[in-house]
């Protein structure tokens, strides 16, 4: 991880230029940690200022002191320490060039403000200790705190960050980091300039609509109360028998009466007419 972020800074991708980096060592225990990158980005050109933050208070009295004992360089290449580190058979002291490079507080990081502006944020091996919720949290706060383009590194064995904290997963040859993206490059919008309305007779499109045909309407039905008596119906005219004038009464002829024949109509009877005999 260490030489990840030194790639990181020497390609330019972490820090801002003719700026000075900050660097935060969050959980640094006694300062080993907080140190070692003092050391390893003391050569940045504008600079660098490295906080070691730990809630234990003994802790970060001893990190202040610098001295250490030989042990805790157990695995270390002797020859990147010798530029930094006094070191005897018992003891190793930082140097003061690389001690005032480096604040110590005591910070508790569920409660109390977080440094702001941050670079590079290390905290390994420190939220395994954590539940889900409160890693969650620290989380959300550590990207609060990290500048645009900034980075945060976390132990092999420490939960991942959420999906609800917009960080973007890299990887460094072999390590893996968490990066804050990068500001939204904002544009200028040029000012939107105000139109009137139109007036009431010129509303877009009404010139060349077709105007809706109106229907006469349909005559309203006359409506009646429940308690009022229907209107009487008036008869018609075509309901009525009428009698012409003009029209004599026709006879009226009895069934028991034998039909006269008409003088006109029925021939004379002869005489010599003939008779059936039995």
């Not at 200022?49 to 208070?57: A, Q």
């Not at 550590?142 to 999906?163: C, T």
Request: hydrophobic residues 35%.
């Amino acid at each position: 991880q260490f030489r990840a972020l030194m790639s990181l800074v020497l390609n330019g991708s972490v820090g801002v230029p003719d700026r000075r980096l900050s660097v935060w060592s969050a959980g640094c225990s006694t300062g080993e940690e907080a140190y070692s990158l003092a050391a390893l980005l003391a050569a940045y050109p504008s600079g660098v200022r490295v906080l070691g933050t730990d809630v234990s208070g003994r802790a970060i009295e001893r990190a202040k002191q610098g001295r250490y004992r030989y042990w805790s360089l157990r695995g270390v290449d002797p020859v990147s320490t010798t530029s930094w580190l006094d070191i005897d058979s018992v003891n190793a002291e930082v140097r003061s060039p690389i001690r005032n490079l480096v604040d110590f507080k005591v910070q508790n990081l569920m409660l109390g403000p977080y440094p702001e502006d941050v670079d590079i944020i290390f905290c390994r091996n420190v939220l395994l200790y954590f539940r889900e919720d409160m890693a969650a949290t620290v989380f959300q706060r550590f990207y609060d705190a990290l500048r645009p383009s900034g980075v945060l590194f976390i132990g092999y064995v420490d939960p991942m960050p959420s999906a609800e904290t917009p960080f973007l997963e890299c990887h460094e040859g072999s390590a893996r980091y968490y990066r804050k993206p990068a500001a939204p490059t904002q544009v200028a919008v040029p000012a939107v300039r105000t139109i009137p309305p139109p007036p009431p007779d010129e509303i877009l499109g009404a010139a060349s609509l077709p105007l809706a045909p109106r229907f006469p309407l349909a005559p309203r039905l006359p409506s009646f109360r429940r308690s009022d008596p229907p209107p009487k119906r008036l008869a018609r005219t075509s309901d009525v028998p009428t009698k012409s004038p003009s029209t004599p009464p026709s006879p009226r002829i009895s069934p028991s009466a034998p039909m006269a024949a008409s003088a006109s109509n029925s021939a004379p009877m002869s005489s010599t007419s003939s008779t059936i005999r039995c």
